[in-house]
């Protein structure tokens, strides 16, 4: 199955997912992100704290939805709607589902106050893919609908 976490610039809370989920993922799951609006590059501290974190950021750059090498089964959007952002809608016959997460690539103030916020993002992203993974995952690809509502569950509960 794959699976894509989309939000608008690709530079940072869809790379974050994109690398924590690949690195975490059994046999026959993979992630991709994308942007409706990429930036054109990786947030450097998306980078360093995938790093810090040992998880390989190989293959991550901001790239488009219209560049995708595979169709993916499920789309994750991540953008933080209630914080005003537009998430993009993907066009395309899959199951959606919605994870918003506040952007720490927008974050100000002090060093520390800005890795703060990218490590509560990171946090965030992880712990839902983390419940992901402990789902029947074999059941639920053949139960779209409960997948998507496990989906929807994960997202009020992390």
Known sequence: MNVLFLCTGNSCRSI????TFNHLAPA??????????????VHPRSLALLARQGISTAGCHSKSWDSLSVTPDIVITVCASAAGETC???????LRAHWGVADPARATGAEAEIDA???TAYRI???????FFALPLAQLAQDKARLK??????????
């Open 16 to 19: 974050l997912a994109e690398a």
């Open 28 to 41: 026959g799951w993979r992630a991709t992100s994308a942007g409706s609006q990429p930036t054109g590059y």
């Open 88 to 94: 993009p809608a993907y066009l395309g016959p899959v």
């Open 117 to 119: 916020a990218l490590m």
């Open 125 to 131: 992203l992880r712990g839902r893919i983390e419940a």
């Open 149 to 158: 509502a496990e989906l929807e569950r994960i997202a009020d509960q992390i």
